[in-house]
């Protein structure tokens, strides 16, 4: 009988769901206050179990990353690949459908949005050093690329910096939802995510000039 695979559940439907809550509840507090401020007692306390039964599926912080990476992070940044790499990806349409992606992950997920702007837009952000050294950039590379033959072929304004597009995109979804509850204190309700992307969208095709 070959080893249990780390983090891994064991013992049927049971050990499948306290593994699920664990994951959910290191991804809530990762975005609540960071990776490295979150040690996996205070992951066992808020999930309701024990250090030890932690442990039983996570050995490490280090591990229980690497499982988010796999199980959580790469199918969503999978879905967002293959909009660049569709035959017939266009640029505003691509971006466009990117933008609305980016919303309705971060409506979908509540950790998404924090998680990502602590994370992986910061520098000094665990989670970003993590899938850069596991998974490389590649993906990154090759959608800067078709961003730029898009422009070499006049479907891109030129004035557009390809490096600068993503950080804001980022700025344009993740960093509203992600401030949510400090700016609905501020000034009340705020958007839904049918407003936000229908926001989002008016600046990216039409910018600042009235209609």
Known sequence: ?????????????????????LLETALTLFARQGIADTPLTLIAREAGVTPAMLHYYFNTREQLLDVLIEERFLPIRASFRNLFQHPDADPVTTLTQLAEQFIDISFKHAWFAPLWVREIISDSGMLKKRMEEHYGDSQRKASLQCLVRWQEEGKLNADINPELIFISLFGLTFLPVASARVLSQAQGNQPDASQLAKHVVALLLNGLRPQ
């Open 1 to 21: 009988m070959s080893p249990r695979k780390p983090g891994r559940p064991a013992g049927g439907a049971k050990g499948a769901d306290r593994r699920a809550l």
